[in-house]
């Protein structure tokens, strides 16, 4: 990891910080574009289950 990215694992889940910069700005667009998708993913799958119920 570079100095100014800090990943750790913290109840369960994994916890990112990043330092925003102009040498990383791209880098943080795609780690957001990854964690909405996931967001998304998840929210799909509990609307789901409570369409179900």
Same mark, same amino acid.
């Given at each position: +990891?570079?100095?100014?990215?800090?990943? =750790? @694992?913290?109840?369960?889940?994994? &916890?990112?910080? &990043? &330092?925003?910069? #102009? =040498?990383? #700005?791209?880098?943080?667009?795609?780690?957001?574009?990854? &964690? #909405?998708? @996931?967001? +998304?993913?998840?929210?799909? @799958?509990?609307? =789901? =289950?409570?369409?179900?119920?």
């Amino acid at each position: +990891m570079t100095d100014n990215t800090e990943v =750790r @694992e913290e109840s369960q889940e994994q &916890v990112k910080r &990043v &330092v925003l910069n #102009s =040498r990383n #700005s791209e880098a943080i667009k795609e780690a957001m574009q990854e &964690v #909405s998708q @996931e967001i +998304m993913k998840k929210n799909e @799958e509990l609307y =789901r =289950r409570l369409a179900y119920k």
